[in-house]
């Protein structure tokens, strides 16, 4: 990289400047790397830098080594790139103008003001500059110590004549910057913060090498990670930091990328006894898990690492979603058919529909830790997005048993319509809607009073429910109508309605909101529904393989 000394013929710098000591501290060296260069020298460039934050300290230096000014760079050192930087080490004025006008340096810096003018003047203004005078073809200096501004004026305000000197502390570049990929929709990043006067981090985000970077989020000082969502899978994304408080912001981490994972829907197939993997880049199945008997229920864990599923009524199975195959397999109550993991992914919560009960199952052991007891026949499940309560609709009791995750207690039961089968939770957390299958209503509950509000009439037996994760619309299944109604959330009120296979059953939207996909059980098909169209754009056929699709699950 090469770094271009603004002198001005040595105006900018102390007249008896013999030479010029240039060190280069920051990410990736362990010591400083050092040059010293004649006065004459313009330009000075450093081979086989690492790459990373940097800082150049330049010093000017008399003919016997004593330091006559300072100044200092920050930069950044990228892969393919060479790096300039200027640097100015003081200012110089004429009898009618400063030059520069404005300059900015860092604490502790010693400044040189030099007078190329035909007359002495006196610098006054502020304190620091104390009237002090200047001969002609002379200059003075002056340390910076503590950050401000600080007019400097030729002589008197009077005379118009001024330059502004900006002391400011911008924060250093944060530095480690590393990328992960979450499953096919997210990348954690994580930084270590080497300021310790920022106001917080810019987080900026391009998509793919050739892309242009855009702030995506900020976070606040002493932050050092985030967590970004609603990514497109089978992508690569690149990442840069930096930090800023009042002053400025610092220069760049270096970037930093991660490439997310293709992004699968996983569909039991309650009559073939086996589990479809489709891809959706493709909407094609590129795999079957067997051996599962009477499978219903199916989750993706929130990493994307495994899947759980229901399997011979009584069991759940705990799925490697890199190999495709069962791990581990755990008993529960009777008649178990949908199930939830908590956003932590510690537990797995499975309604026992003739058991009248809740099982809950650590992923980590895959072991049952609770029972809970629930209404008559529960049947659907969701867990609110802050991991505190579960909701169970009781089909046979008519009400939604409300669970305290922490306790495994009931701490409410919400009258709902009878036979409420599909259960879902805003993002927000806000309220939660219970579809009743025989009464053909969708009842929102409010989350936070456990008050049931105004239903929702949609005819045709609707069976499940999924909400958009940018919480704009719910989709709800009418396995009796062969259809989907679309629920504007704002309204609380069904705004589409969109025909697909036979006998839908359970529903799931992609992380980014974009698609909706549905298991139509009699016609062994799985809808894929445009969310921004409302219409139908593939249907994918599972048999002669896959028969009686049921459940459905999508990695975040």
């Known amino acids: 990289m090469a770094f271009k000394f603004s002198q001005n013929a040595g105006k900018y710098i102390p007249s008896s400047t013999s030479s010029f000591y240039i060190s280069i501290t920051g990410e990736g060296l362990s010591s400083a790397t050092t040059q010293t260069v004649a006065y004459s020298t313009s330009t000075v460039t450093f081979d086989g830098l690492p790459l990373g ?60 003001f030099y007078n190329g003018g035909n007359n002495s003047h006196n610098l006054t203004g502020s304190s620091i500059f104390n009237g002090t005078s200047i001969a002609s073809g002379s200059s003075w200096s002056v340390t910076f110590s503590s950050t401000g501004t600080y007019t400097c004026y030729l002589d008197s305000t009077d005379s118009g004549i001024s330059a502004t000197i900006a002391v400011s502390s911008v924060p250093s570049a944060p530095s480690n910057l590393t990328a992960t990929a979450v499953a096919s929709s997210g990348v954690n990043l994580t930084w270590t913060d080497t300021s310790t006067n920022e106001t917080g981090f810019k987080i900026e985000r391009k998509t793919g090498a050739g892309g242009v970077y855009a702030e995506v989020a900020t976070v606040a000082a002493g932050v050092t990670s985030y967590g970004d969502t609603i990514l497109a899978a089978s992508t690569t994304y690149y990442y840069r930091v930096r930090a800023y408080n009042s002053f ?62 229901t399997k011979d009524n009584n069991k759940v199975v ?59 026949n529960p049947f659907g499940i969701a867990i609110t997005p802050n991991g505190n309560f579960a909701y169970v609709t009781n089909e046979g009791s008519s009400n939604t048993s409300v669970i305290n995750i922490a306790t495994n207690t ?75 109604s679309v629920i504007n959330m704002a309204a609380n009120a069904v705004t589409a309605e969109i025909s697909v296979g036979t006998d839908p059953r359970f529903i799931a939207v992609t992380p980014d909101s974009a698609y909706v996909y549905l298991a139509n059980y009699t016609d062994n098909t799985v809808s894929v529904i445009n969310t921004a169209t409302n219409t139908v754009t593939a249907t994918i056929a599972l048999g002669p393989a896959g028969t009686g699709p049921w459940g459905i699950a999508i990695t975040p």
Not at 341 to 363: E, L
Not at 432 to 440: D, L, P, R, T
């Open 410 to 484: 009931v701490v409410a039961t919400v009258a709902t319509a009878n036979t409420s089968r599909g259960v879902a939770v805003t993002p927000s957390g806000s309220f939660a809607y219970a579809a009743s299958w025989g009464f053909n209503l969708v009842t929102p509950i409010d989350t936070s009073t456990y008050v049931p509000g105004a239903s929702i009439a949609i005819a045709g037996n609707p069976y499940a429910i999924t909400i958009a994760p940018d919480g704009s619309f719910a989709y709800v299944t009418r396995s009796g109508a062969n259809k989907v």
């Open 318 to 376: 705990k799925i490697s979603t890199a190999t495709n195959t069962v791990v581990a397999t755990v008993a529960t109550g009777n008649d178990s058919r949908t199930l939830a993991v908590t956003p932590d992914g510690n537990f797995v919560y499975v309604p026992n529909y003739s058991s009248d009960n809740v099982t809950v199952i650590n992923t980590s052991t895959f072991t049952v830790v609770a029972t809970v007891s629930a209404g008559t």
């Open 53 to 112: 934050s940097k800082i150049a300290e330049i010093t000017a230096l008399d003919a016997l080594g004593v330091t006559l000014s300072k100044g200092r760079v920050s930069f950044v050192i990228e892969a393919g790139k060479t790096t300039s930087a200027s640097v100015s080490l003081g200012l110089v004025f004429t009898d009618s103008a400063f030059s520069p006008s404005a300059i900015t340096i860092s604490p502790g810096t010693t400044l040189y």
């Open 248 to 309: 400025g912001d610092s220069d760049y981490s270096i970037a930093a990328n991660a490439s997310t994972s293709a992004r699968y829907v996983y569909v039991t197939n309650n009559v073939s006894n086996n589990i479809s993997v489709i891809n959706t880049a493709t909407n094609t199945v590129t795999a079957t898990i067997g051996s599962l008997n009477s499978t219903i229920g199916i989750v993706v864990s929130p990493d994307g690492n495994f899947i759980y599923a």
